[in-house]
């Protein structure tokens, strides 16, 4: 039984199409983070919920819009999508803040 | 701002060999730090973390990670390597301007050879 499952798994799409990449996890943790990994394995954090409440909210284009129908959920949602949003997001689960971090599979975005 | 660094962007040691990964990191306070292993094709998985206590921390398939206040380093260790290590490993340390938010390194690939 997946810990945290994203979906889809792979997604290739045009530019300018709008997409979103659900996040589901089943650990009962209370905070949830996206992360984005680009194509030379940096790992760099976007959002997190807290209890379906945002708190942390980088510098991101607000093309991409979060979020979290409730704690077991995080959704991403992207609009006018470009060649640089190519890459693998990932979506994670802890329940300290900050502790022990899962991460679900990853979901490989390419734009063409 | 606090940050971690990976000096080694790969680390090639032979089977059965003692390996090591570094990690330095700066940090104004108490570290938190962790180490995470990728597999190909794969999300990252939690190996350690270091918050308070023992310097040495010991973490999944048999890992090891070895605090150093005054080096500000946290190198990850196994004193046997395993073809089946090979893989990228992530140092990470808590952002203290906020609680929840945890910065990864650039990553160092290990690379086990038989």
């Known amino acids: 039984d997946t810990a945290v499952s994203q979906t889809p798994k792979y997604l290739v799409t045009q530019m300018g199409n709008d997409k979103s990449i659900k996040c589901e996890q089943n650990?009962?943790?209370?905070?949830m983070y996206w992360y984005k990994q680009d194509s030379k394995k940096f790992l760099k954090i976007m959002f997190s919920?807290?209890?379906?409440?945002?708190?942390i909210n980088e510098t991101v284009p607000n093309r991409f819009s979060p979020k979290s129908p409730d704690k077991a959920h995080l959704n991403l949602h992207i609009n006018s999508l470009e060649l640089g949003d190519s890459a693998v997001y990932f979506c994670?689960?802890?329940?300290?803040?900050?502790?022990?971090?899962?991460f679900g599979e990853g979901s490989r975005l390419t734009v063409l | 701002a606090q940050s971690v660094a990976q000096p080694e962007d790969q680390v090639n040691v032979a089977e059965g060999n003692p390996l090591t990964v570094k990690c330095t990191y700066s940090?104004?306070?108490?570290?938190?730090l962790f180490w995470y292993v990728q597999y190909p094709n794969r999300g990252l998985q939690f190996l350690l973390k270091?918050?308070?206590?023992?310097?040495l921390v010991k973490g999944s398939y048999g890992f090891e990670a070895e605090f150093n206040k005054s080096q500000t380093s946290f190198h990850l260790k196994k004193p046997s390597a395993l073809v089946s290590d090979s893989a990228l490993y992530f140092c990470?340390?808590?952002?203290?301007?906020?609680?929840?938010?945890?910065?990864f390194g650039s990553g160092t690939r290990l690379s086990i050879r038989p």
């Open positions: 650990l009962g943790h209370d905070t």
């Open positions: 990470a340390v808590r952002d203290y301007s906020s609680a929840s938010k945890i910065i």
């Open positions: 940090v104004s306070g108490n570290p938190y």
């Open positions: 270091y918050i308070t206590g023992d310097n």
């Open positions: 994670a689960s802890s329940q300290d803040m900050p502790g022990e971090l899962f």
């Open positions: 919920y807290n209890n379906k409440e945002l708190i």
